[in-house]
């Protein structure tokens, strides 16, 4: 019998103070409950957290197989009650890891007929597949979901689209393919580490921004995308430099006395920036502006735009010849090229009823989407005339709002106090007027002033603009105001037939450097120069999923088709979705997507030339009743009238049409739903008013009221006197 070892009392002090590290580590960082784990890794294991004296890794409690989530959101842990975690982790303790072989182990494989039963940090370590979504199930390694690949599949040598690292293209645990891009492979750390930061709104395809298929896939192959904001959005400040303004005036010569510094929220010392760069900026004075709301564009702006211009025309014009040549050339041809993709059969069947209905007059179809309105409630709208934008946010946020009542527009000050604004007559019309007017401008689209697309702003993305800049343009059409006719053509027929049979033009890449990498593609004369094209910017058509081998000069086109599609069309997707919820609004979408070229030519810049039979018969005359003496006189005037207007449109007098609609309703073109009230020509005679030799204008009722003039040049001279004479209608 050996003998017993005997401690001394140094030992047995050294084995005490051991146990007391030991315990007070544990008290500082006890394990967790279910994996008995020390390990606080967020990223592998969830948060890890301590309630009622339990301390829980967030992944070990979600994916418990006999745990239910019966509390709410502030109850417990994540709605998990202590009561249930006491009991799930009292049914773990008598299940053993198939992995480790330690007990605890909470998680099973779904699989009703497989009885393993794993830790999550085991099952990880294992190849698991772990489900955050739907009913939150696991999987073990011998029944996890796996990808399939075509039997076609020829294999390769390419990189992680992520971190760009080579790759070898065969799905495995480590290696996920994409659902929606056939030549894309991910690591699964890569994609795990993105859908972290990116969260749910902003994880997608890194390739084609692909994301309802994508999340879909990935979710189904156990990566964890937590339904919260992006990391970059949730730190603080971190787009403080966007709240920054140039405040300088940076004009060839500044008038201002204080110096170039110096600036004024009102008055001709007003600060205006450069309407594309922004970095550059104006006094009203300095650039002899008569407004804030008139755009200005910096030198330099100026110089690229007009440059820009000029190459613009000289493409188009050599499209339309070669178009011309290519028709010519081809006896075989009865009918000229057609103008929009080949469509499916039914997307045919639906474009060919739109067409059918697209004769219908827009009055008819904006007043049948007018009925809709109360006209005996009114809604009241209280805004800074000086900022209808926000104004506007916050009334139609508020709960009393409703689209479908009356409007009544009240401008008042930040103080809440009356703003009395003379000369405006009709101030619904004028607010929707500054509001269509602030959007062309806006950050939310680019371009030229009349062919607008819109632009990936981020911030307008995550405070919702482009939906309420939809909402309030389908406002704006049902309530009388003015229609947007700044967007491009590119950007209506995605309203009307969808983005996904649209092709942009090259007149739709707002971006200089973009547009310098079109031109390059187009220019490209032999397969050597494509070729390298594609070297050079690997990088951006690999983010634009563009990058592909090219084997003859027939790729050209459609490589620059994909990224004309990429730029213009797929980058704002997001943009687009909120925008076209924006306008579904009062039925506005559903009419346009009915009426497409109806909408076409008020939504899409179109010049618009009155003439003389136009104005003309937009006014009702009214004719004095019971008095032939009058009604004589008065059609003597009325002929004065129209040999007026004959001369206004053959440019014989110094009055123009838009001045002379402006001086009788206040604006200076014809509403989409006309007039409301139709405009009226009366007649001053000599018992009705003091001063009868010039005409005049009442603009609340839209009336014009004529001379009783006896000869057609003094009618003509009181007419120009009057128009050309009223403060704003000044012909330039």
């Given amino acids: 019998m050996s003998p017993r070892r005997k401690f001394t009392k140094s030992n047995a002090k050294i084995n005490d103070v051991t146990k007391e590290k030991q315990q007070l580590q544990r008290n500082q960082n006890p394990p967790c409950a279910f994996c008995r784990r020390n390990d606080d890794c967020p990223e592998k294991y969830g948060e890890k957290m301590t309630y009622g004296g339990i301390t829980l890794h967030y992944y070990c409690l979600i994916m418990s197989s006999g745990l239910y989530q019966r509390g709410e959101e502030n109850e417990g842990i994540y709605g998990f009650l202590a009561d249930d975690i ?4 009292s049914r773990a303790s008598r299940m053993k890891c198939r992995v480790c072989k330690i007990t605890g182990a909470s998680i099973g494989c779904a ?108 979710l189904r192959l156990g990566i964890h995308i937590p339904e919260r904001d992006a990391s970059w959005e949730l ?89 011309k040549r290519k028709f010519k050339d081809s006896p075989d041809s009865r009918h000229p090229p057609s103008k929009c993709p080949r469509l499916s059969g039914e997307t045919q069947k639906e474009h060919k009823n739109r067409q059918i209905f697209s004769t219908r007059p827009l009055t008819s179809i904006l007043k049948e989407l007018r009925s809709q309105i109360k006209l005996n409630v009114i809604s009241r709208i209280k805004v800074d005339r000086t900022n209808v934008w926000e104004g506007a946010l916050k009334e139609m946020k508020g709960k009393v709002f409703s689209a479908t009542n009356t409007l009544c527009i009240q401008y008042s000050d930040k103080a809440g106090k009356p703003q009395e604004v003379a000369h ?38 995550r405070l919702d603009w482009y939906y309420e800049a939809g909402r309030m343009i389908a406002l704006s059409l049902v309530h009388g105001g003015p229609w947007p006719n700044f967007l491009s053509k590119t950007l209506f027929n995605c309203l009307a037939y969808g983005p996904d049979i649209t092709e942009p033009t090259m007149e739709d890449v707002a971006s200089f450097e973009v547009a310098q990498k079109v031109m390059k593609i187009k220019e490209s004369s032999t397969l050597e120069q494509l070729k390298q094209f594609v070297n050079e910017n690997a990088e951006y058509l690999s983010i634009a999923g563009c990058l592909r081998p ?112 402006t001086f009788a309703t206040g604006t200076n073109y014809i509403p ?57 209608l000044k012909r330039k």
């Fill in 111 to 218: 699989i009703r007929r497989c009885q393993k039963s794993f830790h999550f940090p085991c099952g990880v370590e294992n190849q698991c597949i772990f489900q955050f979504t739907g009913q939150f199930e696991s999987y073990c390694s011998q029944h996890k979901p796996v990808q399939k690949v075509p039997s076609s599949w020829s294999g390769g040598s390419y990189t992680c689209a992520v971190c760009l690292d080579s790759i070898d293209p065969c799905p495995s645990y480590d290696v996920l393919k994409s659902p929606c891009c056939k030549n894309t492979w991910f690591h699964r750390q890569c994609l795990q580490h993105q859908a972290l930061s990116a969260g749910m709104f902003f994880f997608r395809c890194t390739i084609c921004n692909n994301k309802d298929e994508f999340q879909k896939e990935m």
């Fill in 550 to 661: 090219v084997w003859s000069l027939d790729d050209k086109e459609l490589l620059l088709k994909d990224v004309l599609i990429f730029h213009v069309i797929n980058r704002v997707c997001s943009p687009l979705e909120r925008f076209r919820e924006g306008l579904k609004f009062l039925g506005v979408l559903e009419a346009i997507q009915t009426y497409p070229e109806t909408f076409s030519e008020r939504l899409c810049y179109k010049p618009q030339k009155f003439t003389a039979e136009i104005v003309g018969n937009l006014f009702l005359i009214n004719f004095s009743a019971r008095r032939k003496s009058r009604m004589i006189l008065e059609s003597k005037v009325v002929d004065f009238w129209r040999d007026y207007l004959t001369d206004v449109e053959g440019g014989a007098t110094k009055a123009s049409f838009e001045g002379i609609l």
């Fill in 235 to 323: 730190e603080e400040n971190a787009f403080q430099e966007l709240l920054q303004r140039h405040h300088r005036c940076d004009a060839r010569r500044c008038f201002c006395k204080d110096g170039r510094e110096y600036a004024e929220t009102e008055g001709k010392w007003t600060i205006v920036l450069c309407k594309y760069c922004g970095s550059s900026g104006t006094h009203l004075a300095c650039s002899l502006m008569i407004s804030s709301l008139e755009d200005w564009e910096c030198l330099e702006c100026r110089e690229i735009v007009h440059k820009s211009e000029k190459l613009r025309k000289r493409t188009l014009s050599s499209e339309i010849k070669s178009t």
């Fill in 672 to 728: 989409p739903i006309s007039f409301l009230p139709s405009p009226s020509i009366k007649f001053l005679h000599k018992n009705d008013v003091i001063q009868n030799r010039v005409p005049a204008g009442q603009m609340s009722h839209n009336c014009l009221k004529l001379p009783m003039s006896k000869t057609y040049e003094e009618f003509k001279e009181s007419m120009d006197f009057a128009i050309c004479n009223t403060p704003g």
């Fill in 86 to 89: 006491k009991k799930e982790i």
């Fill in 424 to 461: 405006v007559t009709n101030p619904l019309y004028d607010f929707f007027n500054l509001l269509m007017h602030h959007l062309q401008n806006s950050t939310l689209f680019e371009g030229l002033a009349t062919s607008k697309n819109l632009t990936l702003n981020y911030q307008a993305l």
